[in-house]
């Protein structure tokens, strides 16, 4: 895999002396993160002191756009990048502290509705990303990737499976660049048509969650909407990851069948450890919240927890986009994830609102 | 060298967290 390409999901991380290694990336996420802060309030203040109507730009534009900005400038020296590659620990304590915002029965409702479009969504994108890598001439492996990479949850995903695939390393650096390429244009992209549709924000926060390929990109997505509308992205999201298991297993047989490789002996020890653990800790602390377990201010503390804990993983989602590299990485899968990522945006766009009626999101 | 996934990190975390604000441990978290 080629360096500038960071794995953001080590999957282990070594509790030993390497800690302090951590510290200067975290301290650049942070300051990264806060600044986009305060330019949101910034703006804001200007605009109110001097009567004017300034668009209201979030600080998870900013945050990702400074960490862009720094990331295809100077670059990332290597004394930060170990910290900098602690963003999906922010991102996965922020969603574990996102289950104080739901009660236990929201969670099994819109959880419920989700896992309907999400096996709608996983059965489409399996199928059309699989014609679309055929029809254009993508290896079988690459093709593998693109599609558990677009049907779930993009990076973490290609990387679960890249194993039981046995992919090269060219590959799976193909498919998550085309994943977080495409995920940078849907920050772009997905807020802009919420806007323009005058989507309610539980309907656009289930959209970003449903369609967007990685979590760290739909949770923002989301944010970047409204904070409403971030949390239901959050909850659709966790909801496909969910699924992460049994898609990685799926195709794990299929390939140990082709490669004449080993069989998976334990299927439900092989469903566990792909389970994303988070999961458990989001509805727990949802569980909690249901329970009164929590007063009123102290609700308010962890929900501004998960805040400061995505506001650093904003700022590595700007980090660790690095625009040449995604231009290196070739035009076909790139444009094979694009055709597929708009059908199924689109397709996922038109349930919701179809649905949206008669779930009264 | 013992090794833990960055999931179960984030629950392990987020669950210390969680009892030191409902200890009232923690001051009050501004945003």
Same mark, same amino acid.
């Given at each position: 895999m080629h360096p500038a390409i960071s794995e953001p999901s080590k999957r282990t991380v070594a509790i030993? &002396?390497? #800690? #302090? $290694?951590l510290i200067p990336g975290i301290l650049l996420l942070t300051v990264i993160g806060y600044a986009g802060k305060v330019t949101e309030q910034s703006i804001t203040t200007y605009g109110k002191a001097h009567h004017i109507a300034l668009p209201n730009i979030e600080y998870v534009l900013w945050a990702i756009l400074f960490g862009l900005i720094v990331s295809n400038t100077i670059g990332i020296p290597a004394m930060f990048r170990a910290g900098v590659d602690t963003y999906e620990f922010w991102l996965k304590i922020g969603i574990v502290f996102q &289950?104080? $915002?739901?009660m236990v029965g929201d969670v099994l409702r819109l959880g419920g509705t989700s896992l309907v479009f999400v096996a709608i969504e996983l059965a489409v994108s399996i199928a059309l990303m699989t014609w679309l890598g055929r029809r254009f001439g993508l290896s079988e492996k690459l093709t593998s990737l693109l599609a558990i990479g677009s049907s779930i949850c993009g990076v973490s995903a290609i990387i679960a499976s890249r194993g039981a695939i046995d992919a090269d390393d060219e590959e799976v650096s193909y498919a998550i660049g085309a994943i977080l390429a495409l995920g940078a244009f849907s920050l772009l992209a997905f807020p802009a048509i919420g806007h323009a549709l005058h989507m309610s924000d539980s309907t656009f926060g289930m959209w970003a969650g449903l369609a967007v390929d990685n979590t760290a990109e739909a949770t923002a997505a989301g944010a970047l909407y409204s904070d409403a509308a971030g949390k239901f992205a959050v909850l659709a999201k966790t909801t496909r990851n969910a699924t992460i298991g049994f898609v990685v297993l799926a195709y794990s047989l299929y390939w140990a069948k082709k490669n004449g490789g080993k069989e998976i002996a334990n299927k439900g020890a092989f469903l566990w450890q792909k389970f994303p653990k988070f999961v458990l800790g989001f509805i727990g602390i949802s569980l909690l919240a249901s329970l009164s377990v929590f007063n009123k201010a102290q609700m308010t503390d962890l929900a501004n927890l998960s805040r400061w804990a995505f506001l650093l993983t904003f700022a590595g989602v700007g980090l660790r986009t690095d625009l040449r590299e995604i231009r290196k990485q070739g035009l076909r899968p790139l444009f094979v994830g694009a055709v597929g990522e708009f059908a199924i945006a689109g397709l996922t766009l038109a349930m919701l609102l179809g649905a949206a009626p008669l779930l009264h999101f | 060298m013992r090794k833990i996934s960055v999931d179960w990190l984030a629950v392990i975390g987020a669950i210390a967290l969680t009892f030191l604000v409902w200890a009232g441990a923690l001051p009050d978290i501004p945003w």
């Open positions: 030993s &002396g390497s #800690f #302090f $290694r &289950g104080v $915002r739901f | -």
